[in-house]
């Protein structure tokens, strides 16, 4: 019924950049907050970035460097990576936390993931 898709992985030198995209689809009632988690192999899932309509907080692992950023008409959430090091490498998952067009409460949706590589 509410479905995510990630785009904008890929491969990267150190010192690069990328843009992550994620879309919401669905019988979509209202999106409460949007947020990028990621995961490299070995580690637990690290929450990135966070937005909410009163603002956004970041890791402190990527302040300064990620932003977070959002198109309420597209539904969409962005997560701009700027001077990308070798340790952001994982998998970066879309999190949202959506209320359906049927429901009364909000729950928590997880997009399919999207690899960033980065390396020389």
């Known amino acids: 019924q509410v479905q995510l898709v990630e785009s904008g992985g890929g491969l990267v030198q150190p010192g690069g950049s990328l843009r992550l995209s994620c879309a919401a689809s669905g019988s979509i009632g209202a999106i409460y907050a949007m947020a990028w988690y990621r995961q490299a192999p070995g580690n637990q899932r690290e929450l990135v970035a966070h937005i909410f309509s009163s603002g956004t907080n970041y890791a402190d692992s990527v302040k300064g460097r990620f932003t977070i950023s959002a198109d309420n008409a597209k539904n969409t959430v962005y997560l701009e990576m700027n001077s990308l090091k070798p340790e952001d490498t994982a998998v970066y998952y879309c999190?949202?936390?959506?209320?359906?067009?049927?429901?009364?409460?909000?729950?928590?949706?997880w997009g399919q993931g999207t690899q960033v590589t980065v390396s020389s």
């Open positions: 999190n949202a936390n959506i209320r359906d067009s049927g429901s009364f409460g909000g729950e928590d949706y």
